[in-house]
């Protein structure tokens, strides 16, 4: 079978699927560019050239995963979070372009050239956390996940961009085990928001894929933030950053949280939904 053929059959069989019909192209010509570690541009070149038995077979396996709704970037393991490569696994949840706000609002209120220490709470795959030490040479960040699996993705991630004489992994519900540590100069988070309610109308490949750990948060989609805010009150030096993603419809409720906070803003995303939270603790 030659790779025209393979890219076509797989395309017809994703095409059948009402969850992948949109996205069938796209998804068919990823995964085999991934199974055959192949360039677009060989393919684009010659696409009459064979695929050997045991490559069709691996990517006839990583289809029959994505038509079981399995996501790409668990498939190839690889997801792009601000310019940077990422290992993901389904221990940790899929850095999403959105979260990309959190750390561009925040590099633009941290001062760059000089020494600060910033929690992630909730790193996961240690996108934050990464992508932040990356961006301020001068930073040291602690990462803390309640999630064994997820700090050890988090801490391949921050091995591989060269990042773990600056990030500090801790296993913690939210920031109890720094709880008296020095304060920090800013704590950052993307905590699970999704209510409990929304499980059902959730897109399947979520739903029955991602880590409910990291997307679940009580019938309100506000607990993590109700525990969060006030710890972090607390581990913030005055004038500190408190920097949260937040979920669709929850901006008023996470003003009122942050009644007590000076410098509050609120920034949308692309889609024109409040998405990131920013505010400080106050001097006094």
């Known amino acids: 079978m030659t790779l025209r053929e393979a890219l076509t059959a797989a395309t017809t069989h994703l095409s059948q699927n009402e969850h992948l019909r949109d996205t069938a192209s796209r998804d068919a010509e990823l995964l085999l560019l991934h199974t055959l570690q192949l360039p677009r541009t060989i393919l684009l070149a010659y696409p ?20 079981a709704l399995e996501p790409i970037q668990y498939i190839t393991g690889t997801q792009e979070f601000y310019g940077l490569a990422l290992h993901v696994t389904p221990d940790v949840l899929i850095p999403r ?10 590099l633009q209120h941290l001062p760059s050239g000089q020494y600060l220490r910033i ?12 992508a932040i030490a990356h961006h301020l040479p001068q930073s040291h960040i602690t990462a803390l996940d309640l999630s064994p699996q997820a700090l050890a993705i988090a801490r391949q991630n921050a091995e591989t961009h060269h990042l773990t004489d600056r990030i500090r992994f801790v296993q913690s519900d939210l920031l109890q085990e720094v ?22 109308s959730l897109h399947p490949q979520v739903r029955e894929h991602e880590p409910h750990t990291a997307l679940f948060a009580g019938s309100g989609g506000l607990d993590i933030y109700t525990r969060l805010i006030p710890q972090a009150h607390r581990s913030l030096r005055p004038g500190g950053l408190l920097a949260l993603e937040i979920g669709h419809g929850q901006a008023e409720s996470i003003r009122q949280l942050l009644a ?19 505010a400080r603790k106050s001097m006094s």
């Open 48 to 67: 009459a050239r064979e695929v050997a038995p045991t490559q069709l077979a691996a990517y006839e396996a990583a289809i029959a995963r994505r038509l």
């Open 97 to 106: 372009p959105e979260t990309e706000l959190l750390v561009e609002t925040v």
């Open 119 to 130: 929690a992630d709470v909730g790193t996961g795959s240690g996108a934050i956390a990464i």
């Open 179 to 200: 709880a008296g540590e020095a304060p920090f100069d800013a704590i950052l988070s993307n905590p699970p928001y999704i209510p409990t309610t929304d499980l059902a």
């Open 260 to 278: 007590q906070w000076k410098d509050l803003l609120i920034y949308n995303d692309l889609q024109q939904i409040p998405r990131t939270v920013l």
